[in-house]
């Protein structure tokens, strides 16, 4: 689903996802001719990460312009792979700042449904709508003798967007398409973007948390909280007073892992043993109060949907984001939730082998998902 298609044409782009940190670029490219279907026929051509300093963007919006053309410049020329040939670009939003609804409307011919959306949106978005760039989904159905459409509208702030908008161009870059991030995720982590069951997808980002239900083939709604694994880090280093750029390695390199999966040479009476046993403990219980506070208002976006559906609660919890690294945290999730919680796969929509590591793969989520978006139509 894209909010600007400025294009009559479909040129292949890269997709690049800017959140308030970092910026990931990730180009596809086609293995054959033709038109490439899930799973096949894509490969990976170009990646890259740029870090950008805090407070040129913040909560989604760009509060320096000049020094997120420098970045995103920056970005394009330290890509990694192929060079890139193309300057088309698809891009994407954070949903906090996008309004996203499903409704119902009667069945009629696609040019009617725009005109019929644009007078029923009004309804549904808190905003005048000369005041939004406007999108809409019809969310696939099968059954036949349905007579009306279930329909996601999106609506994005021109505010928002108008300033991405021209850093893309200043940057030498030509918009295909923008988005909200949570659609991207869901092409990349959903087979064919299909799931008649309910999913949970949280992107454990280095800014926010979100969290994205998807279900009966459609994303139902989306919500965002301040944790970040860039929280985990900062709690880390409070609590073992260390520095942050230590406190991620040791993030890094223990996670949630219980002090008996520790396995150092040598007996375990050794004093590098329990010193690394300590430390661990002292990590597990710094970041206690932070995932309690995530499993909390986990379980309550959950309530929340259940309250307001028809559906069960979600069946499975699908993770993404840098945070999704944590060593544990999945299995901590799981056993908290009494849900099955697991690490997505980015690549399931474009080859049967992850093409780099799965860690990074997560960080590069949304950018993936945006590169699908940006190399064909069909997925």
Known sequence: MKILDYLNLNPEAFGIDISDLSIRIVKLKKKGRGEPTAGQGLSLASFGQTSIKSGIIKEGRIRNEL???KAIQKAVSNIKGEKLKTRYVTASFPEKNAFLQVIKMPKMEREEMESAIRFEVEN?????IHKVY???????????????????LAAMPKDIVDPYVSCFKKAGLKIKALEVDSISIVRALLKNK????????????????????????????TAS???????????????LEVDIKRAEKLKTKYGLKNPETIHLKGKKNKAGFKKEIICQERIFEALIPILTDLV????????????????KEPEKIILCGGGANLKGISKFLSL????LVQPGNPWINISKEIEMPLEKSLEYTTAIGLALRGITENI
């Open 296 to 311: 909390e208002q986990t379980k309550s976006y959950i309530d929340y949907y259940k309250s307001h559906s028809k559906n």
């Open 194 to 221: 299909k799931s008649l069951n309910t999913v949970l997808l949280i992107d454990l980002g280095a800014a926010k948390t979100s969290f994205i239900m998807f279900s009966d083939n459609s994303l139902r709604f």
């Open 124 to 128: 549904y978005i808190p905003m005048p």
């Open 336 to 339: 908290e939730l009494k849900i």
């Open 225 to 239: 909280i301040p944790i970040s694994s860039q929280k985990f880090t900062e709690v880390i280093s409070r609590a």
């Open 134 to 152: 406007l999108d809409f989904q019809i969310i696939p159905s099968g059954n036949k003798k349905q007579n009306y459409f279930k329909v996601l």
């Open 67 to 69: 020094a997120l053309v």
